[in-house]
């Protein structure tokens, strides 16, 4: 990511970006943890229906027993962990969802968390 260095004003400003961005790359080429299975590939899908929402997550190289999944009606936390690192995110849901019917399974590296929606709302008293 080198540039023409000719005298420029925003040499300084350009240089730490350079920096940062190399340091944030850590000499990986792009890919951060590619040896602990965790990597910027890992992400989540949403898929929704007139009556469910389905999460799924990939977590290659995580246990089954690693994984930790949390539900509050509106989002779902997902917490995993390998020897060498650990996964934790917060995923919207396009809808709510009632967190008692969560069902998952776990398998060959792919988390599929299923909910029932609900149409439900709470009113809330003002006082």
């Given at each position: 990511?080198?540039?023409?260095?000719?005298?420029?004003?925003?040499?300084?400003?350009?240089?730490?970006?350079?920096r940062?961005?190399?340091?944030?790359?850590?000499?990986?080429?792009?890919?951060?943890?590619?040896q602990?299975?965790?990597s910027?590939?890992?992400?989540v899908?949403?898929?929704?229906?007139?009556?469910?929402?389905?999460?799924?997550a990939d977590?290659?190289?995580?246990?089954?027993?690693?994984?930790?999944?949390?539900?509050d009606?509106e989002?779902?936390?997902?917490?995993?962990?390998?020897?060498?690192?650990?996964?934790d995110?917060r995923?919207?849901?396009p809808?709510?969802?009632?967190?008692?019917?969560?069902?998952?399974?776990?398998?060959?590296?792919?988390l599929e968390?299923?909910?029932?929606?609900?149409?439900?709302?709470?009113?809330?008293?003002?006082?």
């Amino acid at each position: 990511m080198r540039r023409d260095d000719r005298d420029d004003p925003f040499d300084d400003i350009f240089r730490e970006i350079e920096r940062m961005m190399d340091e944030m790359m850590d000499g990986t080429n792009g890919f951060e943890g590619d040896q602990s299975g965790f990597s910027t590939d890992t992400h989540v899908d949403v898929h929704e229906t007139d009556d469910e929402v389905r999460v799924i997550a990939d977590l290659p190289g995580v246990e089954k027993e690693d994984i930790s999944v949390q539900c509050d009606g509106e989002q779902v936390t997902i917490s995993a962990s390998s020897d060498l690192r650990e996964y934790d995110e917060r995923i919207g849901l396009p809808g709510p969802v009632d967190p008692r019917s969560g069902a998952a399974s776990y398998n060959n590296g792919i988390l599929e968390v299923t909910f029932e929606r609900t149409g439900e709302s709470t009113n809330i008293d003002v006082e």
